[in-house]
């Protein structure tokens, strides 16, 4: 007598979960997880936003010491321009355009996880630099070379000799 036997091995079994959003290769998950990130981060920059108004609410009150009172108006704006805005357009994209070309999922998605997955840690690192002793960024440090008359002629010069 023989009998039927079914083998069902489901190989493409995917993880539920937490796992399945730390290992997805979904362009829609990881779309999501930039949106949820950059509103994270947004709100993080907002939290920043009253602290800085707090700060100017009245002349002669000092809530902060302005040491961090600088630091945090350089953070809020690395916070809000790269964690909570270039995100949100990352997220976006990456909802959209598999979509629009009809592709059904995006070229590289381990690459795509991996490039999300950077951001958490590389944020924990930027708002872990507030509270070292040593300080992290100060207002319009990284501009200083901005103000010098002389690099603003060499580039200008240099900008010409590439264009003859």
């Given amino acids: 007598m023989s009998t039927n036997v079914e083998n069902l091995h489901d190989h493409e079994h995917t993880p539920s979960g937490i796992m399945r959003w730390i290992t997805t290769t979904n362009h829609k998950d990881i779309g999501t997880l930039y949106l949820w990130f950059s509103l994270l981060m947004f709100f993080v920059g907002g939290f920043m936003a009253l602290i800085i108004r707090a700060e100017l609410f009245e002349p ?33 994209a990456n909802w959209q ?60 010069l240099l900008f010409l000799l590439f264009i003859c």
């Fill in 60 to 92: 002669g009150l000092q809530l902060v010491v302005p040491g961090f009172f600088n630091q945090m108006t350089t953070m809020h704006a690395l916070i809000m321009i790269f964690g909570a805005v270039m995100p949100a357009f990352v997220g976006l």
């Fill in 97 to 156: 355009i598999p979509l629009m070309i009809g592709a059904p999922d995006m070229a590289l998605p381990r690459l795509n996880n991996w490039s999300f997955w950077i951001l958490p840690f590389a944020f924990t690192l930027l708002i872990s630099t507030l509270f070292l002793s040593s300080g992290g960024p100060a207002a319009d440090g990284h501009y200083i070379l901005l103000y010098h008359f002389r690099v603003v002629i060499r580039c200008r």
